[in-house]
């Protein structure tokens, strides 16, 4: 199994899945050329796609709904603005060609919002960004992943600082907001096992954050816990630029 993260942040998330010659797309929140952009680093394109997966119905998710095929979208009821795509439930796996998909809690202002857990048989990717908190009743489902895609959205004095009005900063720290750098790498702690080898800090936010600050927050957190962070192969997810992780061969 390999991914490439096309882009992570509030201007656009999509993300790609590839197993065995499935291919799945985890939100579309982007252009179409810049997906065709992403999907040409890794020798694909957009027709490849055998499915594509929404966490939730903000328009940095969905924006570019228009152009996935309906028969293609899956999503909890009530996500997409659409009608007869394929509508999944909570923790009730269901199959695109070999690769089985679960959707998992998430907690944010947001219709069903979700994460997901992807399994080939072989390897287990777990994808959660926009939530306010983890919810402990997803652990039983996605720990010990070999990666884990997770949100890790603001240094919290970073976020204070901008001039956003504090409604909209309440919001954020809320438990239907977003995770800090430590929220995020707590949440990290509890679901990595024996088989993690990587692990993606994701949706940063431009204003409120930098690679740089979570890392620092990372690093710290889990040497508190007693973890070695180099085990894991740490790397915060992009904007603007695509980060690939798994096992890819061109």
């Not at 959660?128 to 009743?137: K, P, S």
């Not at 431009?206 to 973890?227: H, Q, R, V």
Request: hydrophobic content about 35%; some cysteine.
């Amino acid at each position: 199994m390999y991914f490439n993260i096309i882009a992570s942040g509030s201007k656009g998330n999509a993300t790609i899945v590839v197993s065995k010659q499935t291919v799945i797309l985890i939100d579309m929140g982007i252009t179409f050329s810049r997906l065709e952009e992403g999907m040409k680093e890794i020798n694909l394109d957009p027709k490849d796609i055998d499915g594509a997966i929404f966490t939730h119905n903000h328009s940095d998710h969905i924006a570019g709904l228009k152009f996935i095929p309906v028969k293609k979208q899956y999503a909890l009821k009530g996500t997409l603005p659409t009608m007869n795509h394929n509508v999944c439930e909570l923790f009730t796996p269901f199959n695109i060609k070999n690769i089985t998909i679960t959707p998992i809690k998430a907690s944010h202002d947001a219709i069903n919002p979700c994460g997901f857990i992807l399994f080939d048989g072989e390897e287990k990717l777990v994808y959660l960004t926009d939530t306010g908190v983890f919810l402990e009743e997803n652990l039983k489902y996605c720990s010990n992943p070999d990666y884990l895609i997770i949100e890790s959205n603001h240094d919290i004095q970073m976020l204070l600082k901008t001039n956003r009005p504090m409604e909209l900063k309440q919001r954020i720290l809320s438990d239907h907001g977003h995770l800090c750098n430590e929220d995020g790498a707590i949440a990290a702690k509890e679901i990595l096992g024996p088989k993690t080898k990587e692990i993606i800090p994701a949706h940063l936010s431009e204003e409120a954050n930098t690679p740089e600050k979570c890392l620092e927050a990372w690093n710290n957190i889990f040497s508190y816990f007693g973890l070695d962070i180099s085990k894991y192969n740490v790397r915060p997810a992009n904007q603007w630029k695509s980060l690939l992780g798994g096992h890819y061969e061109n």
